[in-house]
């Protein structure tokens, strides 16, 4: 083996932290996309807190745009997909903190390998 190479469990361990990285950017993603829509809802809300009973007001559904009975009516909409994105946000916060934590656990055993096998210190196999 060259002195370059990686033994194959150290290989399969960076794999996995960067199919980890990937998921993590994927989440973050997801998670920004929730917030941003999150904070649209509420915005919408205030408005709709703002307006009488007898305006008209209309929901965009895709390519459709809407009239609603009431704005309370769709200012319950609202509220309730509100209280999903929250719910959506905190789930995928808690699963972005449990990647980030495993993905801190693998480059530390990466780490932990080079840094022994790199250095003769380590027999071969003596590893996990």
Do not use: H, W, Y
């Amino acid at each position: 083996m060259s002195s370059g190479q990686l033994p194959p469990e150290v290989q399969q361990k960076v794999q996995k932290a960067q199919q980890l990285q990937q998921k993590a950017q994927n989440v973050s993603v997801q998670k920004q996309r929730s917030e941003s829509r999150l904070d649209q809802i509420e915005e919408a809300i205030e408005e709709l807190e703002e307006t009488s009973e007898d305006t008209k007001v209309f929901k965009s559904l895709g390519d459709v745009i809407i009239e609603k009975e009431s704005p309370d009516k769709l200012k319950g909409e609202l509220e309730e997909e509100k209280e999903d994105l929250e719910l959506r946000v905190k789930t995928l916060e808690k699963q972005e903190d449990k990647i980030k934590n495993k993905l801190q656990e693998l480059q530390q055993e990466i780490q932990q390998q080079v840094g022994g096998a790199g250095g003769g210190n380590m027999p071969p196999g003596e590893a996990g």
